[in-house]
């Protein structure tokens, strides 16, 4: 995400775009992109049929498609300053989730931001299906969070990938001379009754993970004013602890690097997507190599 060019964000024309728009001029602040590209899909079907019953004045649909470019542009004229990033408006007729993949395959923006509602009333579109087949780093911005890049927090695991998330998040809180928490989860192995893990075995694993964490540290460079926060999970979900540390942290964004899964894993649930299902209240980026991606999917998918 860090120097990221060009932007995509897709809008559904509901409540939820005054609270993504908003956010995505908050962050422009930041990043300074050169291009925005706004996405709107009309639905086909029997819903896109509803919505030009209501405009029985209209006669073509460029007079329709001029209605809500009209209405895009008047949201983002409301939250952007005097001199914003180039701005486009794409529109698009058909499947919501299909139409956004293609855009994206199509424009290839270096990042995409989409709504995650929690509260509002309607689905939308299904952030997992979003995240598994689009090769850029995602930020999913719910319909609750706040204007503010104070505190970030990063769940890692020592890898090359993590040690990414933790950079990137390093440059979005610099601005405000923010605050960035690595979390690592752990576990001790299953317990079964009559043996049990004595205490010092428990030590033993503890003082491992602390060798890992300095080791992630020396390897990758990482500053020393990130705080290292070692969590050891003993029941419930993963993504439980992670929420317990963003409340104590009163984290504004959550970063959670996406690492290439092997195919059988493709379909499977894992980290990344239990932390796109959850709902944290606050903006969750989901960092992707995007080289590393794309040839993942043609590899799974073919060149078509």
């Known amino acids: ?9 897709a809008i559904d024309l509901t409540r939820m ?32 049929l509803d919505i030009i019953e209501q405009f029985p004045e209209l006669e073509t649909k460029d007079e329709f498609e001029k209605i809500i470019r009209d209405e895009i542009n008047e949201l983002v004229d409301n939250h952007f300053d005097d001199k914003p990033p180039e701005i486009r408006t794409v529109i698009k007729e058909g499947r919501a989730t299909d139409q956004i993949i293609d855009v994206v395959n199509s424009l290839e923006p270096d990042l995409l931001l989409m709504g ?50 933790i950079k990137t998040a390093l440059e979005l809180v610099k601005p405000e001379g923010g605050e960035v928490t690595a979390q690592h989860i752990y576990q001790y192995r299953a317990q079964f009754f009559p043996y049990m893990l004595s205490e010092e075995e428990k030590k033993k694993v503890d003082r491992e993970i602390e ?10 460079d990482i ?34 690097a996406s690492k ?27 960092q992707k190599n995007r080289e590393r991606y794309q040839k993942f999917l043609q590899s799974v998918f073919g060149n078509s």
């Open 260 to 286: 290439v899964k092997k195919l059988p894993n493709l379909m499977r649930h894992n980290f990344t997507d239990k932390m796109v299902n959850y709902s944290f209240g606050i903006p969750v980026l989901i």
């Open 17 to 48: 775009d005054e609270v993504l728009v908003g956010y995505t001029a908050f962050l422009a602040k930041f990043i300074k992109p050169d291009t925005i590209t706004f996405l709107h899909i009309i639905e086909s079907g029997p819903t896109a």
């Open 1 to 9: 995400m860090i120097n990221s060019k060009h932007w995509l964000v």
């Open 116 to 165: 995650r509602k929690v509260g509002f009333v309607g689905e939308g579109v299904i952030p997992k299906q979003i995240l598994k087949y689009v090769p850029v780093s995602i930020l999913f911005v719910p319909e609750n969070c706040r204007y503010s890049l104070k505190k970030a927090l990063v769940p890692v695991d020592f890898s090359e990938q993590s040690a990414k998330g």
């Open 211 to 220: 060798k890992k964490k300095e080791n992630f540290i020396g390897k990758f």
């Open 223 to 256: 500053p020393s004013g990130v705080e290292f926060k070692l969590s050891r999970h003993s029941d419930g979900k993963l993504a439980d602890t992670v929420y317990s540390e963003v409340i104590g942290q009163q984290s504004d964004i959550l970063i959670v």
